[in-house]
T-cell receptor, first 114, second 114 residues
Framework: AQSVAQPEDQVNVAEGNPLTVKCTYS??????LFWYVQYPNRGLQFLLK??????LVKGSYGFEAEFNKSQTSFHLKKPSALVSDSALYFC????????????FGSGTQLTVLP | GAGVSQSPSNKVTEKGKDVELRCDPI?????LYWYRQSLGQGLEFLIY????????KSGLPSDRFSAERTGGSVSTLTIQRTQQEDSAVYLC????????????FGPGTRLTVT
């Protein structure tokens, strides 16, 4: 079985400050981890992924995420938040041993305050 | 290039009617997925197609739901005898068949059952 937890429904941060959106996962095998962003009335847009290799993954729009195997975490980060980063963020996981579909977290609403 | 397209963007139907939702994946993507996004329930997997293999239907919530994929491209999700609890945004995604490939999502179809 595979599962994802996003412990924060809402994250508020001031523009220019660093942001972190938390994600933890559970899989039987090796994890394939993904972050997606959803703007209002839009589909999900792919931000970045971890498959193997370097634990720090860089993605679109200046976002990055760090894979931590011992803590089973894959937190999304950005050094300096923009108001335009305000959106709904989803973490997703797929177990390398099992089905191809993604299991998504419940989502975290990020609000960047001007 | 063209992304995943879905139609209609919005559908309002009366309880008990059948509906068909269409997905046109990215050209060359052999994998196609349907998910459902409901308020308060996040994203849930419905069905997965890969090439000519039998689809993974493990996420379909009832036998009122079915899907097909013709010619390895366009897919149709059919909901028979719609119920109010079917109201949600139905998202389609596609990907290449390579291990760890990210999924690209369409804009979704918002289904409202009155």
């Amino acid at each position: 079985a595979q599962s994802v937890a996003q412990p924060e429904d809402q994250v508020n941060v001031a523009e220019g400050n660093p942001l972190t959106v938390k994600c933890t996962y559970s899989v039987s095998g090796n994890p394939y981890l993904f972050w997606y962003v959803q703007y209002p009335n839009r589909g999900l847009q792919f931000l970045l992924k971890y498959i193997t290799g370097d634990n720090l993954v860089k993605g679109s729009y200046g976002f990055e995420a760090e894979f931590n195997k011992s803590q089973t975490s894959f937190h999304l980060k950005k050094p300096s938040a923009l108001v335009s980063d305000s959106a709904l963020y989803f973490c997703a996981v797929r177990d390398s041993r099992s089905a191809r579909q993604l299991t998504f977290g419940s989502g975290t609403q990020l609000t960047v305050l001007p | 290039g063209a992304g995943v397209s879905q139609s209609p963007s919005n559908k309002v139907t009366e309880k008990g009617k059948d509906v068909e939702l269409r997905c046109d994946p990215i050209s060359g993507h052999t994998a196609l997925y349907w998910y459902r996004q409901s308020l308060g329930q996040g994203l849930e997997f419905l069905i997965y197609f890969q090439g000519n293999s039998a689809p993974d239907k493990s996420g379909l919530p009832s036998d009122r739901f079915s899907a097909e994929r013709t010619g390895g491209s366009v897919s149709t999700l059919t909901i028979q005898r719609t119920q109010q609890e079917d109201s949600a945004v139905y998202l389609c995604a596609s990907s290449r068949a390579l291990v760890g490939d990210e999924q690209y999502f369409g804009p979704g179809t918002r289904l409202t059952v009155t």
